[in-house]
């Protein structure tokens, strides 16, 4: 079984700051998803990784896929209390069966 | 990409009852996936709703408490059988194709 750990599962930091969340595993992904979810809604896909390796940036998120494919990373640069939300990742397996294995979130909380 | 239209959006259920949860897909998708997410929590795969055959369970889920159909490729249904209050949860069903994801919107049930 597949699974991705997420961390950390609870971030508060105020509004300006800089924070880091983390997806690792044992296993290897074809590639990992980031979404972001807001209470009442359905998770939002962000951004896709790949290659091993890759770095995506979108504004002031910047997301990696390592380079073994078994890890991912989020970086968001100056915080805004707009980021606030529930920040998933989600692996696609290398076996083929396309389903995606979720991490447990962080839920970010950005103070004005 | 496709489009999911997913019914209940939200329900109020007494335990001891069932509910069934409909994915209507705009395109045919190869994969149809079913998750829980309970309060807080990130997405948990129920189950692969295979087309024409028996649904592929994950560890924790059976088919008797979580029977699912998909008699074709646009297709399923997912119902909760004798809830109890530890059903209640948002359930989502995901559609791929060529691993481009689509989700449904999400059924709130809540059990009393």
């Known amino acids: 079984t597949q699974l991705l750990e997420q961390s950390p599962q609870f971030l508060s930091i105020q509004e300006g700051e800089n924070l880091t969340v983390y997806c690792n595993s044992s296993s290897v992904f074809s590639s990992l998803q980031w979404y972001r979810q807001e209470p009442g809604e359905g998770p939002v896909l962000l951004v896709t990784v790949v290659t091993g390796g890759e770095v995506k940036k979108l504004k002031r998120l910047t997301f990696q896929f390592g380079d073994a494919r078994k890890d991912s990373s989020l970086h968001i640069t100056a915080a805004q209390t707009g980021d606030t939300g529930l920040y998933l990742c989600?692996?696609?397996?290398?076996?083929?069966?396309?389903?995606?294995?979720f991490g447990q979130g962080t839920r970010l909380t950005i103070n004005p | 990409s496709a489009v999911i239209s997913q019914k209940p959006s939200r329900d109020i259920c007494q335990r001891g009852t069932s509910l069934t949860i409909q994915c209507q897909v705009d395109?045919?998708?190869?994969?149809m996936f079913w998750y829980r997410q309970q309060p807080g929590q990130s997405l948990t795969l129920i189950a692969t709703a295979n087309q024409g055959s028996e649904a592929t369970y994950e560890s924790g889920f059976v088919i008797d408490k979580f029977p699912i159909s998909r008699p074709n490729l646009t297709f399923s249904t997912l119902t909760v059988s004798n809830m109890s209050p530890e059903d209640s949860s948002i359930y989502l069903c995901?559609?791929?194709?060529?691993?481009?994801?689509?989700f449904g919107s999400g059924t709130r049930l809540t059990v009393v």
């Open positions: 395109s045919q998708v190869t994969m």
């Open positions: 989600a692996g696609v397996g290398i076996q083929g069966a396309q389903k995606l294995v």
């Open positions: 995901i559609g791929t194709e060529n691993y481009g994801y689509t």
